[in-house]
């Protein structure tokens, strides 16, 4: 959850024309001079029409002091600017991350021995692991750190520095087949499906 800010700007403009306007966050440009461009047209790519804001900043974007809000808007490559009566704006609003599932999925959940699955063994680099979280040991000898943990309904992504360990996924959830290229779902075991090395590890 982000908290919005004190005067938050829009990121979609609608003017009394029906135009519209998109935020623009940096790109090459020529307005006239002494001004910024805050917004490019969005409906009509064949128009180079901008709302601008002074270069200086003795002026806001939206002028804010009459009932209906106001703005400077120019053509790219030109001198002349107009003003023009805001007829609608959009923000984004934020969402309140739900609280997640409880403690039966917590990262702890993982701890364990796993191995790879008889059809992806051969993906498995360093053959089985054991995770006492956050660690993991490999049969082989390396180890490594699950350094991140998120969680989506009690399917946790483990990620480690750089790379990903994979989507830890309960029994009785089953994987979207049509992306595990070929590789046989078990999903009557609890797995961690790897999808960049193609590996279903289940606990041993």
């Given at each position: ?7 938050p700007i829009?990121l ?5 024309d029906?135009?519209t306007?998109?935020?623009v966050h940096?790109?090459?440009?020529s307005p006239?001079?002494?001004y910024l461009v805050?917004?490019s047209r ?14 200086d900043?003795s002026?806001p974007?939206?002028d804010?002091?009459e009932?209906?809000?106001t703005?400077?808007?120019?053509e790219?490559g030109?001198?002349d600017?107009a003003?023009k009566?805001v ?5 984004m ?15 702890e959940?993982v701890?364990?021995s796993w191995?790879?699955?008889?059809d ?7 053959g ?5 979280y ?11 750190e ?5 969680n989506?309904g009690g399917?946790l992504s483990l ?7 994979g989507l830890y ?5 089953a994987l979207?087949e049509s992306g595990?290229?070929?590789?046989e779902?078990?999903p009557?075991?609890?797995?961690i499906w790897?999808?960049?090395t193609?590996t279903?590890?289940v606990?041993d």
């Amino acid at each position: 959850e982000t908290p919005a800010t004190e005067d938050p700007i829009p990121l979609w403009v609608e003017l009394d024309d029906g135009s519209t306007f998109a935020a623009v966050h940096g790109g090459a440009w020529s307005p006239p001079d002494g001004y910024l461009v805050a917004y490019s047209r969005a409906d009509d790519p064949e128009t180079l029409e901008e709302i601008l804001i002074p270069d200086d900043d003795s002026a806001p974007i939206f002028d804010q002091s009459e009932d209906l809000w106001t703005v400077t808007v120019g053509e790219d490559g030109g001198q002349d600017v107009a003003t023009k009566t805001v007829n609608k704006v959009w923000y984004m609003a934020g969402r309140v991350i739900p609280e997640g599932p409880d403690d039966d999925f917590s990262p702890e959940i993982v701890n364990g021995s796993w191995c790879p699955t008889p059809d992806t063994e051969g993906n498995a680099t360093h053959g089985c692991y054991t995770i006492d979280y956050p660690n993991v040991e490999y049969e082989d000898g390396e180890t490594d750190e699950i350094v991140a943990v998120s969680n989506d309904g009690g399917v946790l992504s483990l990620d480690l520095d750089g790379a990903p360990l994979g989507l830890y996924v309960p029994a009785d959830t089953a994987l979207d087949e049509s992306g595990m290229d070929g590789v046989e779902d078990l999903p009557d075991q609890e797995r961690i499906w790897n999808s960049q090395t193609v590996t279903l590890m289940v606990r041993d």
